[in-house]
């Protein structure tokens, strides 16, 4: 299965769940592949940091720019049971690219209304691809929301999500913790940091659950 992560606006956290989700996979005994095509290389980072770290299981990661996309993930398929596609946040080559031949595409997003205003652009994206990719299925996923249960910021963000056809919107909710951050910084997943987040680590198990169903 490929799996895109990308959208229309840049710091909504898709490297974050992009690589959480990589090593969910393999901690799970999942073959995973992760895909770096965002030249900000913040995936690429992360694999190297859990290098230099010896973090078990180790996780494969190649950097792919430019239309080629497509192609390299039509091969490596037939190699790896699942790839993990980390794109920028804008409407780049790279992105396109790879919804055309991905299974799936996961879109990060705050409850911000500036973030959900990209919403109408990525649309619009969405159907040029469907014409070629018709079996793409596209799930949205609001991340980093406050961890103050008294904001409901993120339950307005629902209603107007519900608006777009052709887009689910996932029931989990990634909340904005400090473990998110110190887990990328030691190139590990928040299920692999000590102490443990269990709440982080729920979060995540909760989103790989809907992906996979």
Known sequence: MIIVFGGEKGGTGKTTLATNI?????????????MDTDRQESSS????????EAVKPRI??????????RQELNELKNKYNNIVVDCGGR?????????LSADKAIIPMRSTQFDLWT???????????RLINQHLQV??????????PAV?????????IKEFEGIKLFTTVIKDRISFHKAAAEGRSVREL????????????????????
């Open 194 to 213: 000590s102490p443990n987040d269990p709440k982080a680590s729920l979060e995540i198990s909760s989103l790989y659950e809907e992906i996979f169903e």
């Open 91 to 99: 409407d780049s080559i790279e992105f396109r690219a790879a919804l």
């Open 22 to 34: 990589a090593a969910e996979l393999a901690i799970r005994n999942k073959e995973v592949l992760l």
């Open 60 to 69: 494969p990661c190649i950097l792919k720019f430019g239309e080629t996309v």
């Open 152 to 160: 409901k910021e993120h339950e307005d963000a629902r209603d107007y």
């Open 119 to 129: 919403l109408s652009r990525f649309s619009k994206i969405l159907a040029e691809v």
């Open 139 to 148: 799930g949205l996923v609001l991340n980093a929301a406050n961890t103050n």
């Open 45 to 52: 980072s992360w694999c190297y940091v859990r290098e230099e």
